[in-house]
Every structure is written in structure tokens, then in C-alpha cells.
């Protein structure tokens, strides 16, 4: 028997979430197999599905292991617009360091997913709109969800049909242009109706 099959619980979880990272180095999203996790792990297929029903949910597993949750990564400049740019530079930084076919070809199996991630970056946005609110920077409207997930959706709808991750400029005219008018037309402006 293998070292990982001897492995049990986190170690093990460990080991296979590093052995498919290091497989997604090797051959892309296209290539990438649980045959080939299972065999570069010295373990067997039912292991992986024990822990992932299909490969969507490993490449998610092994991304989030070795780069954290966008969830961990909420920024706090004191200023709504900056935030929401450090967010999607954020998010393209990552696509970076996975590389861009990995990221399309996740992004291309979403329904493989667990649902609770399609909210993921809608509630970073959520967070990031309510925390103005609070500084008093926009009104205390409620800002719909389709506007919260508008950036997040923009940036994924861009990867996927140029297969490149936005440019500093293109998210500037992203947030500038879109979501922030939006946010405020939702919202609306708190100092204007104090001074009414």
C-alpha cells in the first residue's frame, strides 16, 4: 500500500489536493484527469470521489488550497471604489498565477459546482457596498444582487470570450462606467438627502 493511501483525514486531503495543482501545471484544464490525480497521488479513483464528485470541484479544491478564498481577501481602503478595484485586480491577479485556460475551463463547468460558490464574489461585493454605507460614502438603498454580481460575471464573460484576463483599464471603465453608477442609483446619495 502507498504513503497515501496510509494517509488519512487532512494529510491525505493535503496530498491529493496538491498532487492535482501540481497536475493542472502539467497538463492545463483540458488535460486535466483524476486518473492522472489518483495515479500521481498513489491512490486510487474512489478516494477522489469520496471527496469530489468530479474534477470541477477537485481544480476548485486544489486552486482555493493553494490561493485562499477571494472570501479571505475583502479589502478595506476606506474608499468603495478602491475597494472594488483591489477586488478585481484581486481576482485577475489569480487567474494570473492559475492561468487563464485553467480558469476558463472551471469557470466553463460552474453547474459542476457547489452553489454556495456562485455567491462567493456577489458577497464580497455585498460586503464591500454595505461597509460604504456604513462610512456613509452611498445611501442606505438596498443594492440588488444582480448589480453585486455584475462585476464579478463581466470579468468571467471576458476571460471566456478573449480568453485574457481584463487590464487595469478595462476594470477601471468597469467599475467606473457600470457598477458604481449602479450602486449608487440603488443605494442612493446619503449626504444629498441629509442636506434636504
Known sequence: MSTAQRRRGAALEEA?????WAELGRS????????????????????LYRRWPNRAALVHAA?????GSIADLVPDTGELRQDVLVTLQTITDRVGLVGVDVMTGLLSE?????????TTVPDVFGR?????????EIGPGHVPEP??????D??????ITTREAPGTERLRALVDELFLPLVHHHAGDRDLKSRS
Open 16 to 20: 491529493l489536493v496538491d498532487a492535482a
Open 147 to 152: 448589480v453585486l454580481r455584475m462585476p464579478g
Open 154 to 159: 463581466l470579468v468571467r464573460y471576458e476571460m
Open 28 to 47: 492545463g484544464y483540458d488535460g486535466f484527469t483524476i486518473d492522472a490525480v489518483a495515479k500521481a497521488a498513489g491512490t486510487s479513483r474512489a478516494v
Open 110 to 118: 460552474l453547474a459542476e459546482l457547489p452553489e454556495a460558490l456562485a
Open 128 to 136: 464591500l457596498v454595505a461597509r460604504a454605507a456604513e462610512r456613509g
Open 63 to 67: 486552486v482555493r488550497a493553494h490561493l
